[in-house]
């Protein structure tokens, strides 16, 4: 589970329309998300160095981080959800996006 404490976290909406969370049960979409990293320094400045991503459950937080490579993966399933809503994809083209997210999350 992601203990991000709630702060600066900002949802981008569905990454995939996959199944249930293993965590809570809940059926439908994980989240695209980012927190907005930042580190004090000199007391008071406070400076923001970065962002962090995950997929993430909604209601519990179940998910995982993600780095690197896996970062730009996410984006692309995140707008490949948005195609296959709109009908621009095919099913199985959006399961083998799809497929990949549920071997990180460990299905
Ligand atoms: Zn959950």
Redesign the pocket.
């Known amino acids: 589970m992601l203990d991000w404490g709630g702060r600066n976290l900002k949802d981008h909406g569905p990454a995939a329309l996959i199944g249930e969370?293993r965590?809570?049960g809940?059926q439908g979409p994980f989240h695209l998300v980012t927190l907005a990293s930042s580190r004090r320094r000199h007391l008071i400045h406070v400076v923001r160095y970065g962002f962090r991503y995950a997929v993430m459950?909604p209601?519990?937080t179940?998910g995982v981080e993600l780095f690197g490579a896996d970062v730009g993966r996410a984006q692309d399933l995140a707008r490949a959800t948005a195609a296959w809503r709109a009908g621009r994809i095919s099913d199985t083209q959006y399961d083998t996006e799809v497929r990949w997210l549920g071997e990180k999350l460990g299905d």
Request: aromatic content about 12%; overall charge positive; hydrophobic content about 0%.
């Open positions: 969370c965590e809570c809940r459950c209601r519990c179940y």
